[in-house]
């Protein structure tokens, strides 16, 4: 086999005369130069670069108090004089040495965000390469961000939260340079002191304080390792609200310091067990705590409203805007409503062991003007009204639900004067799941029109109605109304009787539509946000979606006065056009009233809050007819004292649409 000769500069002559083939290095000479100088240019590109950004001048905190008012304050004229709340940061800002801290809590925060803080210069390439990976991989236990504490705290104090290349590039270059000017020392207590760990809390000294109603130097190795945890999106972790998403951060950080050898297993071990529901310690978010709610607002459980309205703010703003930024609010809460909504679900509740109780009013361009979300918010902050966005579940609707199988039914062209069968009980073959389902509640003799079959709430008959509507439709229509609770993946017949979990806004949203004549309009408690100088940051506008024609509208609210005027909720009676619905749930755990009038739409629930039967209350059965029905017309007849009735735009024909065939489908 014949082999390519050898090119003549590939080789060289040896002192015997021999010829010998040049090594690697020169014969890839050329290459290696190249590689060499773009080295060499890189970095004196990165050296000019480094040496051209100055490391300015850190600045001292000017965080500005915001303010919070209610629906009576014009633009322009929100400040702290007619503010019904503020929010700040300067109180729950307190700087402490490092040497304060304890060891366990320094440790918990290097574990969690820079394991090699002490090694690196400010930027980590080991660590932005273990980052990526763990990403690639689909992370660990153990898993850690890019950014080094330096560069955190770089961008919390110099920068600017925009995400840029050029923002990064200075972040970079920034954080180097400052490990040259401080030591690693004085940058890990600026971190420490600047760092957000939640409920208002600026720096881990405010942070202890806030969760545990303590000096930080007395935190243990639990307590460290949940505030550590929280670094990154405390809001998404806020033990009170979320304690699962709190406690696998926790023992993601107590694994990184096992890791590091800061633990042993047996300290991992115990700090794991360390128990979110029954530790005394684990203090609950205030409104203290970088909230004050003046006294005649927080009197009327203004504090739950507030809560609601700081919770959207932050969502949207995030909290250093929220708590320093001084901003201006302009909300929905009406201060006279408020206090009618509260007294009438306090004043009709006000036996001992009296259930809790709940109410929200909308009016008819989607403002929310009260909202009673329990009786005091230092006792207990969790919100009634709003369902698991408040710290808690949903409860089942009962009956109130029947209202979107009728709309369905009205949308698909069926006449609301259809004879329907409202036997005592049937049985439905197949219906529940796959199994039988066995449904008790009739009226009207057996027969009635599906107007009177809702009037008298009648079981039996709304049942075959949602089967052959088909449920997924009456699912689809309820959150078009305006549910925005998840109704479940699939959704089966026994929905109509009110099975699936709801909140009272959710309830009053989704019957404010018929209200509004078939126009949904998403509830809001913010109009409007301002700067401190005035200057427009966002208006909130109503935003409307049509779901029912007018007519159709007018026929669903003609039914549902036909409750008020001789149904099931005749104790809701107000002496003026209203429309409204019963709902009970099984074993009496949950009783509704919703209601409402041209112009304003009330929701009332009412139940225990650990979910046990209502079975002897004022020596009886708490149904939707009863209690809750009374505290409905309380808070309405107040409200409405002042205003002239209001008529209901009147059906074009009561008997549009075609006859129902029950069994059909």
Same mark, same amino acid.
């Given at each position: 086999?014949?082999?390519?000769?050898?090119?003549?500069?590939?080789?060289?002559?040896?002192?015997?005369?021999?010829?010998?083939?040049?090594?690697?290095?020169?014969?890839?000479?050329?290459?290696?130069?190249?590689?060499?100088?773009?080295?060499?240019?890189?970095?004196?590109?990165?050296?000019?670069?480094?040496?051209?950004?100055?490391?300015?001048?850190?600045?001292?905190?000017?965080?500005?108090?915001?303010?919070?008012?209610?629906?009576?304050?014009?633009?322009?004229?929100?400040?702290?004089?007619?503010?019904?709340?503020?929010?700040?940061?300067?109180?729950?800002?307190?700087?402490?040495?490092?040497?304060?801290?304890?060891?366990?809590?320094?440790?918990?925060?290097?574990?969690?965000?820079?394991?090699?803080?002490?090694?690196?210069?400010?930027?980590?390439?080991?660590?932005?390469?273990?980052?990526?990976?763990?990403?690639?991989?689909?992370?660990?236990?153990?898993?850690?961000?890019?950014?080094?504490?330096?560069?955190?705290?770089?961008?919390?104090?110099?920068?600017?939260?925009?995400?840029?290349?050029? $923002?990064?590039? *200075?972040?970079? &270059? =920034? @954080?180097?340079? +400052? #490990?040259? %000017?401080?030591?690693? /020392?004085?940058?890990?207590?600026?971190?420490?002191?600047?760092?957000?760990?939640?409920?208002?809390?600026?720096?881990?000294?405010?942070?202890?304080?806030?969760?545990?109603?303590?000096?930080?130097?007395?935190?243990?190795?639990?307590?460290?390792?949940?505030?550590?945890?929280?670094?990154?999106?405390?809001?998404?972790?806020?033990?009170?609200?979320?304690?699962?998403?709190? $406690?696998?951060? *926790?023992?993601? &950080? =107590? @694994?990184?310091? +096992? #890791?590091? %050898?800061?633990?042993? /297993?047996?300290?991992?071990?115990?700090?794991?067990?360390?128990?979110?529901?029954?530790?005394?310690?684990?203090?609950?978010?205030?409104?203290?705590?970088?909230?004050?709610?003046?006294?005649?607002?927080?009197?009327?459980?203004?504090?739950?409203?507030?809560?609601?309205?700081?919770?959207?703010?932050?969502?949207?703003?995030?909290?250093?805007?929220?708590?320093?930024?001084?901003?201006?609010?302009?909300?929905?809460?009406?201060?006279?409503?408020? #206090?009618?909504?509260?007294?009438?679900?306090?004043?009709?509740?006000?036996?001992?062991?009296?259930?809790?109780?709940?109410?929200?009013?909308?009016?008819?361009?989607?403002?929310?003007?009260?909202?009673?979300?329990?009786?005091?918010?230092?006792?207990?902050?969790?919100?009634?009204?709003?369902?698991?966005?408040?710290?808690?579940?949903?409860?089942?609707?009962?009956?109130?639900?029947?209202?979107?199988?009728?709309?369905?039914?009205?949308?698909?062209?069926?006449?609301?004067?259809?004879?329907?069968?409202?036997?005592?009980?049937?049985?439905?073959?197949?219906?529940?799941?796959?199994?039988?389902?066995?449904?008790?509640?009739?009226?009207?003799?057996?027969?009635?029109?599906?107007?009177?079959?809702?009037?008298?709430?009648?079981?039996?008959?709304?049942?075959?109605?949602?089967?052959?509507?088909?449920?997924?439709?009456?699912?689809?229509?309820?959150?078009?109304?305006?549910?925005?609770?998840?109704?479940?993946?699939?959704?089966?017949?026994?929905?109509?009787?009110?099975?699936?979990?709801?909140?009272?806004?959710?309830?009053?949203?989704?019957?404010?539509?018929?209200?509004?004549?078939?126009?949904?309009?998403?509830?809001?408690?913010?109009?409007?946000?301002?700067?401190?100088?005035?200057?427009?940051?966002?208006?909130?506008?109503?935003?409307?979606?049509?779901?029912?024609?007018?007519?159709?509208?007018?026929?669903?609210?003609?039914?549902?006065?036909?409750?008020?005027?001789?149904?099931?909720?005749?104790?809701?009676?107000?002496?003026?056009?209203?429309?409204?619905?019963?709902?009970?749930?099984?074993?009496?755990?949950?009783?509704?009233?919703?209601?409402?009038?041209?112009?304003?739409?009330?929701?009332?629930?009412?139940?225990?809050?650990?979910?046990?039967?209502?079975?002897?209350?004022?020596?009886?059965?708490?149904?939707?007819?009863?209690?809750?029905?009374?505290?409905?017309?309380?808070?309405?007849?107040?409200?409405?004292?002042?205003?002239?009735?209001?008529?209901?735009?009147?059906?074009?024909?009561?008997?549009?649409?075609?006859?129902?065939?029950?069994?059909?489908?």
């Amino acid at each position: 086999m014949r082999h390519r000769p050898i090119p003549a500069h590939n080789l060289k002559t040896t002192r015997s005369g021999a010829m010998k083939r040049r090594n690697i290095f020169w014969r890839w000479r050329r290459l290696f130069y190249l590689v060499t100088l773009v080295m060499v240019t890189g970095v004196a590109g990165v050296g000019f670069v480094v040496a051209e950004i100055e490391l300015p001048i850190a600045p001292e905190p000017e965080d500005q108090t915001t303010f919070v008012c209610t629906a009576e304050v014009a633009p322009g004229q929100c400040n702290e004089d007619t503010a019904a709340a503020s929010l700040h940061g300067e109180e729950d800002r307190v700087n402490v040495d490092l040497d304060e801290i304890p060891d366990v809590a320094v440790n918990a925060v290097i574990a969690a965000e820079d394991r090699d803080f002490f090694d690196h210069g400010g930027v980590d390439p080991v660590g932005i390469t273990r980052a990526a990976l763990s990403d690639i991989r689909g992370g660990s236990a153990s898993r850690q961000g890019g950014s080094t504490i330096t560069q955190q705290y770089v961008k919390n104090v110099y920068l600017t939260s925009d995400r840029t290349l050029t $923002r990064k590039i *200075r972040e970079a &270059v =920034l @954080a180097i340079k +400052l #490990e040259q %000017e401080i030591s690693k /020392e004085q940058i890990l207590e600026n971190y420490l002191n600047t760092i957000y760990f939640g409920r208002g809390s600026y720096g881990i000294g405010a942070a202890s304080r806030a969760y545990f109603s303590k000096d930080v130097s007395e935190l243990s190795l639990p307590e460290a390792a949940l505030l550590a945890g929280l670094i990154r999106s405390p809001q998404r972790a806020e033990p009170d609200r979320y304690p699962e998403e709190a $406690r696998r951060r *926790r023992r993601t &950080v =107590l @694994a990184g310091m +096992l #890791e590091e %050898e800061m633990i042993t /297993e047996a300290e991992r071990d115990r700090a794991d067990e360390w128990p979110f529901d029954t530790y005394h310690d684990l203090a609950r978010w205030s409104p203290g705590n970088g909230v004050e709610v003046k006294p005649d607002v927080a009197l009327f459980g203004g504090e739950f409203f507030v809560e609601q309205v700081r919770k959207q703010l932050t969502d949207r703003y995030g909290n250093d805007a929220v708590f320093g930024g001084g901003l201006r609010i302009y909300t929905t809460l009406d201060r006279g409503l408020q #206090e009618h909504a509260y007294r009438a679900v306090t004043e009709t509740l006000d036996q001992p062991g009296d259930p809790a109780g709940s109410l929200v009013a909308i009016d008819d361009n989607g403002q929310v003007r009260a909202m009673m979300g329990g009786r005091d918010y230092g006792e207990d902050p969790l919100n009634l009204a709003v369902g698991t966005a408040g710290g808690g579940g949903g409860r089942q609707p009962g009956s109130t639900f029947k209202a979107f199988a009728l709309a369905e039914a009205v949308k698909q062209g069926y006449s609301i004067e259809s004879q329907v069968d409202t036997p005592s009980a049937e049985t439905f073959p197949d219906a529940d799941a796959g199994e039988d389902w066995e449904v008790r509640g009739g009226c009207c003799g057996g027969r009635a029109t599906l107007v009177e079959a809702t009037a008298r709430s009648s079981n039996t008959a709304y049942a075959q109605l949602m089967i052959d509507l088909g449920p997924e439709r009456v699912g689809q229509m309820a959150a078009d109304l305006g549910v925005s609770a998840d109704l479940g993946e699939e959704i089966y017949p026994s929905a109509v009787l009110g099975t699936a979990s709801v909140s009272v806004m959710d309830m009053a949203a989704a019957y404010s539509t018929f209200a509004n004549r078939g126009t949904q309009i998403e509830p809001r408690v913010i109009t409007r946000v301002e700067r401190a100088d005035g200057t427009l940051v966002e208006e909130f506008t109503a935003t409307r979606t049509t779901v029912l024609s007018v007519d159709q509208a007018s026929r669903v609210t003609y039914s549902l006065e036909q409750v008020i005027d001789h149904g099931t909720g005749e104790a809701a009676d107000i002496g003026r056009p209203a429309a409204g619905k019963t709902g009970t749930t099984q074993e009496n755990r949950d009783a509704w009233f919703v209601g409402y009038t041209p112009t304003l739409t009330a929701s009332v629930w009412m139940g225990y809050v650990d979910n046990r039967e209502m079975a002897d209350v004022r020596g009886g059965l708490v149904q939707g007819g009863s209690l809750p029905a009374d505290i409905w017309r309380t808070f309405m007849d107040r409200a409405l004292e002042d205003a002239e009735p209001v008529d209901f735009m009147e059906p074009a024909d009561l008997d549009a649409g075609r006859e129902l065939d029950p069994g059909s489908g």
